[in-house]
């Protein structure tokens, strides 16, 4: 795995932190932070749904990609074997 680009937008999000920033004078009312909360629950069950749904899919996908791969690493040791005798 590559790991710099793992960390590049760790880094980045790090150095925007670091970066001063003006006052917004800018109004948020009750409301506004009950709005966002809902919005992160309401996504975080409708990823969990997807996954629940979909997710034996996505298993079977990515384990048929590891066989395939597999496969065609023993096909290619094998034509080796045969090209060798």
Not at 7 to 18: A, D, E, N, Q, T
Not at 22 to 43: E, F, K, M, R
Not at 67 to 82: H, I, M, R, Y
């Amino acid at each position: 795995m590559n790991y710099s680009r793992v960390r590049s937008p760790f880094l980045l999000l790090f150095l925007l932190c670091l970066v001063p920033v003006q006052n917004a004078h800018a109004y948020l009312d009750p409301g506004t932070g009950s709005y966002i909360i809902q919005i992160l629950i309401g996504a975080t069950l409708g990823a969990g749904y997807v996954l629940k749904v979909y997710g034996g899919r996505m298993i079977g996908f990515f384990s048929s990609l590891r066989k395939n791969k597999k496969g065609s690493q023993e096909k290619n040791k094998s034509n080796e074997l045969k090209k060798t005798k």
